[in-house]
């Protein structure tokens, strides 16, 4: 199997819903929170409307700062990589693991 290293995807929208503040059993914050994108891109020389809404989470000792600073209708540019997390119904979806988050 051949390794593939390059995982990383920016973003930038407007969250959607209340970032939710967690702490795994292993002392580690987890600020989940949903970032929606909309703008028009140029495909095959002609415009495309674009609609993103995705989950982001962001992990570590920065999260429980960002739950205080981070607002329903706030503007965000967000950098990471993908991941495959599965609900409790064992259902499948992309995740946007946060490794830079910027205020716009």
């Known amino acids: 199997m051949v390794e593939l290293s390059f995982n990383q995807l920016e973003l930038s ?6 970032p939710q503040l967690t702490k795994s059993p292993a002392g ?3 600020l989940r929170f949903v970032v ?3 703008s028009e891109q140029v ?8 609609y993103v809404r995705l989950q982001v989470v962001l992990s570590g000792q920065d999260a429980p700062q960002w739950s205080k600073e981070l607002n329903v209708g706030q503007a965000v540019t967000v950098r990471g990589f ?3 997390e599965e609900d ?4 499948g979806k992309l995740v946007l ?3 830079q988050l910027v205020l716009i």
């Open 13 to 18: 929208g407007v969250l959607t819903k209340p």
């Open 28 to 30: 580690i914050y987890h």
């Open 36 to 38: 929606e994108h909309r």
């Open 43 to 50: 495909e095959a020389n002609l415009p495309r409307r674009s």
């Open 82 to 84: 993908l991941n495959r």
């Open 88 to 91: 409790k119904n064992g259902i």
């Open 97 to 99: 693991h946060a490794q």
